[in-house]
């Protein structure tokens, strides 16, 4: 670039510099707080990285990962990568987190347009042609972002040591359209590059695949969204009579626009929909309660500080309640159809056991047999030794009496085998259910407690580790 295409240049950094953070700090706001209610550590995320003539420099960046993340594990991110935070995957999606990169451009390390910042380590690996991309100040927006964007992507799946994959495949690549960019760059084509690139960087985020990789997902979102307005509706309705007065209609409007804005990004953040439908429990429960009181909250201080201040309160703690029930309701329904289906598929017939004991060990191998689609074995009843759980029903399986019945259970259902849960019963009572299932030519098999397994594990390994030490000493 001659020294007025310079000087143009910084002018148009400056400019669209200052405007960008003018427009962007509520952006900062927000984002800051979402950040440090999140996870511990600071806002912003600055590393090294190299500028013009390889003048290094520190990038800000949101924080998208734990601190420390880059101590516990490889410098660049992978597919589903455990080291970002629930916030850094928004950030990370809608690239908000290169944001904060409009400092760097007003403080002149950075202009809008230009090659990406790259880490020094691999700056290493550039040959003398390459190193031609470090000759200008590297840029928020690049044609690498516009032509080769969702880098991760790329990266095949098992790939295990991917600074080497990035090394050979995808800088070279990157590289080549930096190059072509610093020997054509111009004023007006950084401008272009701005709009185009601005564009691109929003719409591609939408692409078919990941319609088709999550649509069970959105799908569930869109239920949420649906049971949303109806279930404010409803609340409305039930407090006024089911007769809705016209002073209503402003407060009816304007309140179910925050809530549609409001609440689905408050499941989101909670992770409502990374929770599987078929193996929904009381934690998925408990999530939804969690979200929903986060969300109502939410929506209740929106309205007050946007001018509804005479809204009924009574109007949100029953939409509160409704919303719950609906969510969790048609979780419930939906894993016992998607139970069904799973179980429909299998040939051949069940194998009927009983299972003794109804206390937490019990109700472990119960949910297991019914949920695992796989299961040969379908439990028919449950013997306990406790007379007031006679009677009681454990997902909808009966505890039918103690080891003296056995016989008769085995007898009308048909039984072949009894799994006993040696964390529910005490040892004499493990005696008399496996000495009646001898009587009885039963199968059995002693269930142990999932923390006893563990713990015996765990001795193991104790023994090896000081058997081991004993040896080398």
């Not at 080291?83 to 390390?109: A, M």
Request: aromatic residues 10%; hydrophobic residues 45%.
């Amino acid at each position: 670039m001659s020294r007025w295409n310079v000087i143009a240049k910084r002018c148009v950094d400056v400019v669209f510099g200052v405007i960008g953070f003018v427009v962007s700090s509520p952006i900062f706001l927000v984002v800051s707080i979402l950040i440090k209610l999140d996870s511990r550590g600071p806002v912003f995320y600055r590393q090294e990285r190299v500028g013009a003539g390889r003048k290094p420099f520190r990038i800000f960046k949101f924080r998208t990962m734990i601190v420390g993340a880059y101590r516990k594990g490889a410098r660049l991110t992978v597919k589903r990568d455990p080291r970002i935070t629930r916030v850094g995957q928004v950030l990370r999606w809608t690239k908000l987190d290169e944001v904060p990169q409009i400092l760097n451009v007003l403080t002149g390390d950075m202009s809008l347009v230009g090659p990406r910042p790259e880490d020094p380590y691999f700056v290493n690996f550039y040959n003398e042609e390459q190193l031609e991309v470090v000759s200008v100040k590297p840029g928020l927006i690049g044609p690498s972002q516009i032509d080769g964007r969702d880098e991760v992507e790329k990266y095949p799946e098992g790939t295990e040591d991917t600074e080497k994959y990035y090394v050979e495949r995808i800088l070279p690549e990157k590289l080549e359209r930096d190059l072509s960019y610093v020997r054509s760059a111009s004023v007006w084509g950084d401008v272009k590059f701005l709009v185009v690139g601005f564009f691109s960087v929003v719409f591609s985020q939408f692409k078919s695949d990941f319609f088709v990789r999550s649509k069970d997902r959105l799908a569930l979102l869109g239920a949420d969204l649906a049971f949303m307005i109806l279930a404010y509706v409803l609340a409305n309705l039930i407090q006024f009579d089911w007769v809705l007065p016209p002073k209503t209609w402003p407060y009816l409007t304007r309140t179910l626009f925050w809530i549609v804005v409001l609440k689905p990004v408050v499941f989101l953040y909670y992770g409502i929909y990374q929770r599987s439908t078929r193996w929904v429990g009381r934690h998925d429960l408990a999530a939804i309660v969690k979200s929903s009181c986060v969300a109502s909250a939410l929506v209740v201080a929106v309205t007050y500080f946007t001018g509804l201040q005479k809204h009924s309160r009574a109007v949100f703690i029953v939409d509160w309640a409704l919303l719950n029930f609906f969510m969790a309701s048609f979780r419930y329904i939906l894993r016992n159809i998607l139970s069904g289906a799973a179980r429909t598929k299998d040939q051949g017939p069940y194998v009927n056991v009983l299972v003794a004991g109804s206390g937490h060990g019990g109700e472990e191998i119960l949910r297991a047999l019914l949920e695992d689609p796989n299961s040969r074995f379908m439990p028919v009843g449950i013997i306990d030794h406790e007379p007031h759980r006679w009677g009681a029903l454990i997902h909808g399986v009966k505890v039918m009496g103690g080891a003296t019945d056995i016989a008769l259970a085995a007898s009308t259902h048909g039984v072949k085998m009894v799994l006993v849960s040696l964390a529910d019963l005490d040892p004499a009572i493990v005696r008399d259910i496996t000495e009646a299932c001898k009587r009885l030519h039963l199968d059995y098999s002693l269930v142990p407690a999932l923390s006893d397994m563990l713990s015996r594990q765990e001795a193991k390994v104790v023994s090896r580790t000081e058997l081991s030490a004993k040896s080398t000493s």
